[in-house]
């Protein structure tokens, strides 16, 4: 399948089921034509037009089929915007410092709190709670000022918010005061936007992402079946939405492209840029398949992701994928070489370059994966 140079935004993913397989001597290829620059965006371009709002700030309002379609990142001209955020992305410290010993609420220093953050629909807290090794995404539901607590929703509560945790808070229309920043209505379905001094929000790129995956190779584990000898040859990906809710902070379950139960397949020389979370996940039985000399940067999360059906490594709590067949296959055997894999980490502070997930005991003494000769930095 040869595609043209283009950048095309996709409204829904791409779907491979086992009866899109190849075979080894016929794989099936989806290619850049030669020469051509492919970009398949999960996203949709604000187009505007773009108004002067108050000062320095714009607006345009937001077209679509779906009124439920809310994002929480803006790419403006091949750069990650800031969501309108307290304290700013430059402030020394970029953070506040709560505690409070619980996994529901923040208690801060007394006059810190701000009314609007609690009227806010779709504002979150990144929080670093105790263990400070990962940040957990919680949803504002309201906030006490005569106690100095923010309330926080029921997803993401992985650990107890104790004294000297940091976070932000962001997502509150009151919060966009600098350039770079913007804001989301969604009940008004408007985009607010501070763009840099001198430039004009209707000469530039501006994209919004809608979709979490772009390829998704599924077989089924129950059943038996894969997804097989597909390959994905020179083309980019951009775009991606991230979500929020993840079971466990180790494992962040957004990925451009995922391989569930697929088997010798091959991802080369494709590049992945803007995205919400990890570049490539390997899901379940998803072996002897290669991802290499492809480029993954500016990621919401890591590289490349290989998970089994559960995500605990303390017990077996938390259970991504449940059945008997899931329970006992890992992805094994892949080839992970010569990617080069750096600038991540920028909505999930824990993430890897590879990350190599807990896997089940009856594949303990299996052959494990190959990485090697990749790149990895910052």
Known sequence: VVIHGGVYFLTETVLLSPADSGTPAAPVTYRAADGERVVLSGGQRITGPWRKSEGAIWYADVQGPDRRWTFRQLFVNGRREIRARFPNADAQPPHLFGGGGQKGSITVEAGRIKPCWGAARDAQVHVVPEWRFFNQLQTITGVDAARSMILLGPQEQHARIVDGSWFHVEGVREEL???????????????????????DPNRLEIVAPRLERIFHLRGDVSAGTHVEHVM?????????????????PRVNTDAAVMLENASHCRIERCRFENIGGYGVWLHLDSCENEVDANSISDAGAGGVLLTSARFSYMDDSKLFTPGAAAAKVAPLRNQITRNHIHHGGRIRYYNSGVHLDSRPAETALAAGNRIANNLIHD
């Open 232 to 248: 994905l040859r020179g083309l980019e990906f951009r775009h991606t939405a991230y979500t929020l809710g993840h079971i466990e």
């Open 177 to 199: 005061d600098q350039p770079r920043e913007w804001f989301f209505d969604a009940d008004a379905r408007r985009v607010f936007y501070w763009p840099e001094p001198g430039d």
